[in-house]
C-alpha cells in the first residue's frame, strides 16, 4: 500500500470517526429529551391528581357540612387562608384554602422525588389570575412541582368556584 493509499484510509476513518460522534450525540440528546418528556408528564399527573383531591372538599370552613348564611362575606378572610386549627396533615383538610402555604415532599415515583408548593387565595370574576385580598366565590390554587430531575419546575393552576346546592 502506497503513501496515497495510506492517506485516503486515514482520510476516511478520521470523517467515519466524525460522523460517529455526531450520531452519537444525537441519539444522547434524543434519550435525554425523552427521559424530560417522561419526567414531565409524570410531574403534571401528580398535579392533575392533587387538583382532582382538592376538589373533593369543601370550598370553605364555612361551607363545610352547611351552606354560608352570607355569601361571599362568611368565608375565609384572605389573611386566614390556610390550615384551620388542629389539622396538622393534608389528609385532615376539609376545605380547599386549607392547602394554602402547603408544601408536599417525599412524593417519590420510580425512583424520582418531587415536592409540590401550593398557594390558594381568592380571584374575582374579572381577573382569574391575580390572586385578591377580596372574598369572592372564587379560589385559584397554584401548584408548583420541582425535581432535581426536570429542567424547570412544573407550574399548573385551577380555580374552584362556589356552587350552591
Same mark, same amino acid.
Request: no cysteine; proline share 6%.
Given at each position: 500500500m502506497g503513501r496515497a493509499e495510506l492517506m485516503l484510509v486515514l482520510g476516511a476513518l478520521a470523517i467515519f470517526g466524525r460522523f460517529s460522534l455526531i450520531v452519537n450525540n444525537a441519539l444522547l440528546d434524543n434519550s435525554t429529551r425523552v427521559l424530560q418528556s417522561e419526567f414531565e408528564i409524570t410531574g403534571i399527573s401528580i398535579l392533575q391528581e392533587t387538583i382532582s383531591e382538592v376538589g373533593l372538599?369543601?370550598?370553605?370552613?364555612?361551607? =363545610? #357540612?352547611?351552606?354560608?348564611?352570607?355569601?361571599?362575606?362568611?368565608?375565609?378572610a384572605a389573611? /386566614?387562608?390556610g390550615p384551620d386549627g388542629g389539622e396538622t396533615d393534608s389528609s385532615m383538610f376539609d376545605?380547599?384554602?386549607d392547602y394554602n402555604g402547603l408544601t408536599m415532599t417525599g412524593i417519590t415515583i420510580a425512583e424520582m422525588?418531587?415536592?409540590?408548593?401550593?398557594? =390558594? #387565595?381568592?380571584?374575582?370574576i374579572t381577573d382569574l389570575v391575580t390572586l385578591?385580598?377580596?372574598? /369572592?366565590?372564587m379560589k385559584r390554587m397554584n401548584?408548583?412541582?420541582?425535581?432535581?430531575?426536570l429542567s424547570n419546575d412544573l407550574n399548573l393552576s385551577y380555580v374552584y368556584s362556589y356552587i350552591r346546592e
Open positions: 372538599k369543601a370550598f370553605d370552613e364555612a361551607s =363545610v #357540612g352547611s351552606i354560608p348564611a352570607a355569601i361571599p362575606s362568611d368565608f375565609t389573611s /386566614s387562608l376545605d380547599v384554602d422525588p418531587y415536592t409540590i408548593t401550593i398557594e =390558594v #387565595g381568592y380571584v374575582s385578591s385580598s377580596t372574598l /369572592s366565590t401548584l408548583t412541582l420541582a425535581s432535581d430531575y
